[in-house]
């Protein structure tokens, strides 16, 4: 049982305030993910989770016991990093079984673990190499295995893959998931990318400016987005977003359009869609396409609706040229809106 | 006022580029020969009978005559001179990397308030002469007993040594990224732990280099030998003393004597004291 609680905990550096007030469960053997943009925080809070930053207040638990002032080791948990953190003065069977041997193994365990692991990873046939005869790849592949190997309660991945080509990091994705899926790890992994956070995440945590801003499924996080920051950041394209007057209690007009909405006080919103729920019809927005993008199955066109660029993807059927005056209809279960001072969804 | 002078005449880009060769050639042969001919003739004066040192003409090479070096290695004093040098100078390597290698690790991984004004100090201990201080010094060794001893002597070069020892480190540390230590803290090592598991290893040549450089320094030094010890001399200061009123085939058994191990032992770390200025002059 690993379940992390982290109750308050913020950081700073000198007079820069790195995290504020971060509260967090992640539950035993889920796969969470910490999404953001770069400099948000996130390497910083994983850091405190690991041991190696001492937080500024709050405390940190895991498995039920307090952690915050134990360093590392004691912590029961293994990281993989960035740049991996391979040893070039060892092996690549010295790496994965450093953690083994500081535990004081058997040497027949430790073989034992070291095998399978290395299975596990593919990289049976290079445990002999240095780190140094290894590709970026392979070594981010020891570093994965020397983690697996301890059999932590906590894994945390500091975005693993970001150093891999395209291709690479597409497959290494998928094992990811399927090998700490078979282990008993509570897993925390860290990413600026989007779609490496909706395929891998049980739950993601979206942060911006050293806060926690939603804590939800992938599916909810794109769906119904907590605050304004997370529909922009997650989705491509973003959602789009036009101002909305109020007209009467529940009624705002937006963009000539006279919708249902919340009933809210204040005199203007924000009314949010995504571009893929838009449809071609009557009595929709006003758009002129300006610009038209085929990606295959579907079309992405930006348009101007308002003055301001709106995207909509359409099907790839619709013939779209730029300057085409089109009438696009939002799904009404799909609309969301936000309030302009809070930027918090009502 | 018509033609050009013949020297301002075009020239092929081949011809400047063998110009330079030349001038870089010339520069090092002389450099070498700077280097070379004082140990060459160091070592021909050295394996020539004493009527050929001073005789004349000179052959420029040497007849492996040992009659001198027996005489220099069974000349009182020598052999006990020979091994203080030895003393004193593994001492000052234990010593400057015993102090040295912790600062140097403090100071590429901590940051502390007056981390800039403690490197400057460092490197500031070499701004005072040691002919300055070698008074003061004896008086004060005297006091404390350490007067005419191995250890006392030690010190001095170890102060020599240390700016030295410190800057190194400090730039082998750097040169290991912390990501490995943290790596090895997760993996169930406490601070030692993973400095001798992984950082050791990694900078252990860099670091013998070094030691090695500490002992050099000691070895050749011989104002403060001179100065601090009497009946424990090292060789350097045994030479100075007694060579003055040997005759010149014993000075250049002495000279030799010195300069060998020196030679040795920096041709054999050669490889990391380059990579070490290297890194250094960063
Ligand atoms: N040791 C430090 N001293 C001062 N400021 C720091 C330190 N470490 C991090 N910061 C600052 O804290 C903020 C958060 O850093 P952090 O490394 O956690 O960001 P991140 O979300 O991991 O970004 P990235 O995606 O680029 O890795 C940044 O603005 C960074 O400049
Ligand atoms: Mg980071």
Redesign the pocket.
């Known amino acids: 049982m690993a379940e992390i609680i982290i109750k308050q905990v913020a950081?700073s550096?000198?007079t820069?305030q790195?995290?504020h007030s971060i509260d967090m469960t992640i539950r035993d053997r889920e796969f969470m993910v910490?999404l953001?943009?770069?400099?948000?925080?996130?390497?910083?809070?994983?850091?405190i989770i690991a041991g190696l930053?001492t937080p500024s207040q709050g405390e940190v638990w895991i498995g039920g016991r307090r952690v915050d002032h134990l360093p590392p080791r004691e912590r029961g948990i293994a990281m993989v990093f960035?740049n991996y953190a391979v040893f070039p003065h060892l092996t690549v069977f010295e790496n994965i079984a450093f953690g083994l041997r500081m535990k004081k193994l058997p040497q027949q365990e430790i073989d034992k673990r070291v095998n399978r692991t290395a299975e596990l990873m593919h990289i049976e046939q290079l445990l002999k190499r240095y780190s140094g005869q290894l590709s970026g790849g392979q070594r981010q592949r020891v570093a994965v295995a020397r983690a697996l190997a301890m059999e932590p309660d906590v894994i945390l991945m500091?975005?693993p893959l970001s150093n891999l080509d395209a291709l690479l990091r597409l497959e290494m994705r998928a094992e990811l998931k399927g090998v700490l899926a078979e282990s008993k790890s509570t897993a925390i992994y860290?990413?600026?990318d989007q779609v490496e956070a909706m395929s891998l995440a049980d739950r993601i945590s979206v942060?911006n400016g050293?806060k926690i801003v939603q804590n939800a499924s992938p599916v909810e996080i794109y769906r119904d987005p907590a605050a304004r920051f997370v529909g922009s950041f997650i989705g491509n394209p973003p959602m789009n977003f036009i101002k909305a007057n109020r007209q009467d209690i529940g009624r705002w007009r937006v963009a000539g359009l006279d919708l249902y909405g919340p009933s809210h006080g204040a005199s203007s919103l924000e009314f949010a869609i995504r571009p893929e729920d838009l449809t071609i019809g009557e009595g929709g927005f006003i758009a002129t396409a300006r610009v038209v993008e085929p990606l295959g199955a579907h079309t992405l066109v930006t348009c101007e609706v308002d003055g301001k660029p709106f995207r909509a993807v359409l099907d790839s059927d619709l013939k779209v040229a730029p300057g085409d005056v089109l009438t696009l209809i939002p799904k009404p279960d799909r609309i969301r809106w936000f309030d302009p001072e809070t930027l918090l969804a009502v | 006022m018509s033609t050009l002078a013949p020297t301002d005449e075009p020239r092929a880009v081949g011809d400047t580029r063998r110009a330079g060769r030349w001038v870089f050639i010339t520069a090092t042969v002389m450099l070498m020969a700077w280097v070379l001919v004082p140990i060459y003739l160091l070592f021909v004066n050295t394996l020539s009978s004493p009527s050929e040192v001073s005789g004349f003409p000179k052959t420029g090479l040497p007849s492996f005559d040992f009659a001198s070096v027996e005489f220099f290695l069974s000349f009182s004093g020598v052999a006990r001179a020979l091994w203080n040098s030895v003393v004193v100078a593994v001492l000052t390597m234990v010593l400057s990397i015993g102090i040295g290698a912790p600062a140097g690790y403090a100071l590429s991984r901590f940051d502390f308030p007056g981390k800039e004004v403690f490197r400057m100090v460092v490197v500031m201990t070499r701004a005072f002469p040691l002919p300055l201080l070698a008074l003061p010094l004896a008086v004060m060794f005297i006091r404390v007993g350490l007067d005419d001893t191995a250890l006392g002597l030690a010190f001095v070069h170890t102060v020599l040594a240390l700016p030295f020892a410190v800057l190194i480190t400090f730039s082998l540390f750097s040169g290991i990224p912390i990501e490995l230590e943290e790596a090895a803290w997760t993996l169930g090592c406490n601070r030692l732990q993973a400095f001798i598991k992984v950082v050791m290893p990694l900078i252990l040549p860099g670091l013998v280099a070094s030691a090695v450089f500490a002992f050099t320094i000691s070895w050749n030094e011989v104002f403060a030998a001179a100065v601090l010890t009497i009946e424990n001399r090292t060789l350097t200061a045994f030479l100075v003393q007694s060579l003055n009123v040997s005759p010149l085939h014993l000075k250049f058994a002495g000279g030799t004597a010195l300069v060998v191990p020196a030679l040795i032992f920096i041709f054999a770390v050669r490889k990391y004291l380059f990579a070490m200025w290297g890194i250094a002059n960063r």
Request: charged fraction near 20%.
């Open positions: 950081k550096f000198g820069f790195a995290l910490l953001g943009a770069s400099g948000c925080g996130k390497t910083t809070l994983l850091r930053e960035q500091d975005e860290v990413t600026h942060m050293g």
